[in-house]
C-alpha cells in the first residue's frame, strides 16, 4: 500500500513539473532576467545578476462572462523581438529617448497574449486582447512579490474615508511615509509610483504606462506581508454633478467591473524599474518610451514656456492705482510683467467664470476676454484658461473650438480627483479635441503622468504631486524641503510635475508659517531657483506676485531664462530623501540644480560632461546667513576651474544654481 501511494505522488509532483513551461527574456546587457512561469497559473519573476529583485508573482485577468486570462493557461506560440530604436522627444526633459529592451511575446489559447520586455533599467509587462466582441474586466491580479521585509516610499490616498473602497476619490496629492513592507497599511490605498529599496544602493520603483480605456492601478498590502497587490477603481455605474463648487462628478454607485472593452485591446504596461543609484530614478525614461507613440501630426503650434501666475500669490500686485483682484487692469499688470520679463504665458485661474454655475461662457463682468487676449499679443504673450474639469467637460468640443478661435493658448483643467476608465478616458478625449484646435492642456486634480504626454504632446504638465501650494495652507509639520528631495526620485519617474515654484518669501523650520493670503516657501531662496532646474515641468510657474519679482529681478532674471525642454539631462548624484544634483543642456547652455533636506551640506560636483573648453558659470548659493535668513544669497560670475570640479556648501534646506556658457 505504501509503494503504491509513493509512486502515485511521485506520479502527480511529475505531471505538475512536466506541465509547468518556463519562458525567459533577458535585458540586453543579460543583467536583469525576466522568467515566465506558465503552469496551473502565470507567474513571472525579475532578477537581477541572479539576486531576486521580484520573487514569482501571480498575474491574470478576469472578464465579465468568467473567463479568466491565467487560470488553466496553454501557450500557442512564442515570439522574440529585439528592439532598438530612438525616440524623438520634442517637449521632454531630452531631445531624443533610447528604446532598447529585448522582447517576449507569449500568445495564449483564449484570445489574449501577453508581452514582456527586459530593459536594462527594468522590466515591464502588458495583457493584450484578441478578442473580436466587446467584453467587460472585472479584475486585475497584478503581483510584486518581494523576497525580504524591505523599506519603501509609500504615497498613501489623502483620503478621510476608512473603507478602501472609498478611497479612489482624492486627489493624487501626498507626502510618502517610508515603512517597512510588512507596517504598510493594510486599508489604505497608495498610488505609484512607489519606490521599495532593496538595500545595497538597488531601488525598484513600481509605475505604470500608457494608460488608456482602463482604470490606474493602486498598490495594497492587505495581509501585512512582503507583497504588493493592485487594486483597481471600479467603474461608475453613476455618477452626480457635485464636490468642489460643483464642478466635480461624484460617483454614487460603482459597476460590478473596472472596465468595459472594444474586442482588440492592449492593456496598460505594468513596470518594475531598478537601478543601482538613486540618481538613475531621477533621469529614468521607461514611461515615457512604453507610452503610444504621438497622435498629432503638426506639433509646431505646442509653445513650452514660463506662465505668470495669480493664484498663490492671492493676486498679489501692489503699488499701483487700482484695486487688485480679477478683473482686467491686474491681469493687465500680470501680462506686462511677462512681457518685460519673456515670460510666455499668463494664466487666469479660478475666478474668472462665474462661480458655481461650471459653464465656461458666463465670464465674469470684470473680465473682458477679448481686450485682454489682444493685449497680450500686442505684448507676445499668452493666455490659458484655468477650468474645472465638469464645467470642461459638458461643453469640451463647443469651449475649445470657442475660446481657440478668440486665441486662447490653452486649458489648466482641475478637480478630476480620480483615475476610474470613465475619468481616464476623459483624459484621452480631452488631449485631443484641444490638440485637434491647437490647445495647452494641463492637468490639475488629476493622476500621475502615464505616458499621455508622448501621446499627446500637447498635454505640456501634470499636477498629482504635493506642490507648493500645500504651504499656503499645510501644519507647520509639513516637511517640503525633504519632499522636495524625494519626490523627484518617484512621482518624477512618471513625467513632469506641476510643482508651481518660485516662492520669494523664503522660511527656515523656526520662520515659516502657512498664511494662505501671504504665502511663503520652506528652506531657501537658492532652493526655490534650483527647482526650475532639478524638476521637470514643460510649463512651468512663476507662482509669486510681479510685484516682489520686481523687487528681486536678479532672482528673476535667472527664473525667466531657464528653458522648461532640454536637450540633454544627466543626474549627477542624489540620495533619496537627502540630496539632488540635476544638469540639463538646452543649445549651448547647460544648467545645475541642487537641493538638500534640512541638513547642511558640503558637495563636490564633477563638470566634465561640460567637455573641452573655457566654460563661464552665473551661480547662485546660500549666503552666509541663510541658516538665520532664508532669501540669504549670492550671486557670482566665475570662471569653471580647468579640472571642471567644484564644490558647493548648502544650508539646511538650501541649494544652488548655476548658468554655465563657453567664454
Known amino acids: 500500500m505504501r509503494i503504491h501511494f509513493l509512486t502515485a505522488l511521485f506520479l502527480s509532483v511529475s505531471t505538475v513539473l512536466f506541465a509547468q513551461k518556463s519562458y525567459e527574456v533577458k535585458s540586453p546587457d543579460g543583467k536583469l532576467d525576466v522568467r515566465v512561469q506558465v503552469g496551473t497559473d502565470i507567474t513571472y519573476s525579475l532578477s537581477r545578476e541572479n539576486n531576486p529583485v521580484i520573487k514569482p508573482s501571480a498575474i491574470s485577468m478576469k472578464l465579465g462572462d468568467g473567463t479568466v486570462w491565467g487560470t488553466a493557461p496553454k501557450v500557442i506560440s512564442t515570439q522574440n523581438n529585439a528592439i532598438n530604436q530612438t525616440i524623438n522627444s520634442p517637449f521632454y526633459k531630452k531631445k531624443t529617448v533610447a528604446d532598447q529592451c529585448n522582447e ?18 527594468g522590466m515591464a509587462y502588458r495583457f493584450v486582447s484578441l478578442r473580436k466582441k466587446d467584453f467587460t474586466v472585472t479584475g486585475e491580479d497584478a503581483v510584486f512579490n518581494f523576497d525580504k ?39 489604505r490605498l497608495a498610488f505609484t509610483p512607489l519606490v521599495v529599496d532593496l538595500g545595497n544602493g538597488t531601488k525598484v520603483c513600481l509605475a505604470e504606462s500608457d494608460l488608456q480605456g482602463y482604470p490606474g ?23 452626480v454633478q457635485g464636490g468642489y463648487n460643483s464642478l466635480q462628478q461624484v460617483v454614487t454607485e460603482p459597476a460590478p467591473f473596472i472596465a468595459r472593452c472594444n474586442g482588440a485591446k492592449s492593456f496598460p504596461w505594468r513596470i518594475a524599474i531598478v537601478t543601482s543609484q538613486d540618481k538613475d530614478l531621477a533621469n529614468n525614461d521607461m514611461v515615457y518610451r512604453l507610452a503610444t507613440p504621438s497622435k498629432v501630426q503638426d506639433i509646431s503650434w505646442i509653445k513650452p514656456g514660463k506662465v505668470a501666475w495669480d493664484w498663490w500669490n492671492n493676486w498679489g500686485v501692489s503699488n499701483v492705482d487700482f484695486e487688485v483682484g ?47 487676449i489682444a493685449f497680450g499679443k500686442s505684448k507676445n504673450v499668452g493666455l490659458i484658461l484655468w477650468a474645472g474639469y465638469y464645467a470642461f467637460e459638458r461643453d469640451m468640443e463647443k469651449v475649445c473650438e470657442h475660446y481657440s478661435k478668440m486665441g486662447i493658448k490653452g486649458f489648466k483643467v482641475d478637480f478630476m480627483d480620480r483615475d476610474d476608465q470613465q475619468m481616464v478616458d476623459f483624459h484621452c478625449r480631452a488631449a ?47 516637511d517640503q524641503v ?182
Open 432 to 478: 485631443a479635441v484641444a490638440a485637434k484646435y491647437k490647445l495647452l492642456m494641463d492637468f490639475h486634480g488629476t493622476y500621475k503622468p502615464t505616458g499621455l504626454n508622448r501621446t499627446y504632446p500637447n498635454v505640456i504638465n501634470y499636477e498629482a504631486v504635493h506642490g507648493l501650494e500645500q504651504m499656503k495652507w499645510s501644519d507647520i509639520r509639513t
Open 482 to 663: 525633504t519632499y522636495d528631495v524625494t519626490m523627484p526620485f518617484i512621482r518624477m519617474v512618471a513625467g513632469p510635475v506641476d510643482y508651481t515654484q518660485g516662492a520669494m518669501t523664503n522660511g527656515n523650520k523656526k520662520t515659516f508659517a502657512p498664511i494662505n493670503n501671504a504665502p511663503m516657501s520652506q528652506g531657501t531662496r537658492c532652493h526655490q531657483l534650483a527647482e526650475y532646474v532639478v524638476f521637470e515641468s514643460p510649463l512651468n510657474m512663476l507662482c509669486d506676485s510681479p510685484t516682489k519679482y520686481e523687487k528681486e529681478q536678479e532672482c528673476t532674471n535667472f527664473i525667466s531664462a531657464v528653458p522648461t525642454v532640454w536637450d540633454r539631462t544627466i543626474a549627477l548624484n542624489g540620495e533619496v530623501g537627502q540630496y539632488i544634483t540635476i544638469a540639463r543642456q538646452k543649445g549651448d547652455v547647460w544648467y545645475v540644480g541642487s537641493l538638500t533636506n534640512w541638513d547642511e551640506r558640503g558637495l563636490d560636483i564633477d563638470l566634465s560632461f561640460l567637455g573641452e573648453g573655457n566654460f563661464v558659470a552665473e551661480i547662485f548659493k546660500d549666503g552666509v546667513n541663510a541658516n538665520r535668513t532664508a532669501s540669504d544669497y549670492k550671486r557670482e560670475l566665475i570662471t569653471i576651474p580647468s579640472n571642471k570640479k567644484m564644490s558647493f556648501k548648502m544650508a539646511k534646506g538650501g541649494g544652488f544654481a548655476m548658468r554655465i556658457y563657453k567664454k
Open 326 to 372: 480679477v478683473n482686467n487692469q491686474t491681469y493687465m499688470a500680470y501680462i506686462d510683467f511677462a512681457s518685460l520679463n519673456h515670460i510666455d504665458y499668463v494664466i487666469l485661474d479660478e475666478g474668472w467664470a462665474v462661480n458655481l454655475k461650471a459653464d465656461l461662457f458666463q465670464v465674469v463682468p470684470e473680465i473682458d476676454l477679448e481686450k485682454l
Open 104 to 121: 517576449m511575446v507569449l500568445t495564449f489559447k483564449g484570445d489574449f497574449k501577453i508581452v514582456f520586455r527586459a530593459y536594462n533599467d
Open 149 to 187: 521585509d524591505y523599506k519603501a516610499y509609500v504615497p498613501y490616498v489623502k483620503s478621510k474615508e476608512k473603507e478602501v473602497e472609498k478611497q479612489f476619490f482624492n486627489s493624487f496629492e501626498n507626502t510618502y511615509a517610508n515603512v517597512s513592507l510588512s507596517e504598510m497599511s493594510n486599508n
Open 217 to 239: 492601478m493602486f498598490l495594497i498590502n492587505k495581509d501585512k506581508s512582503t507583497s504588493l497587490k493592485g487594486i483597481f477603481a471600479p467603474y461608475p455605474k453613476t455618477t
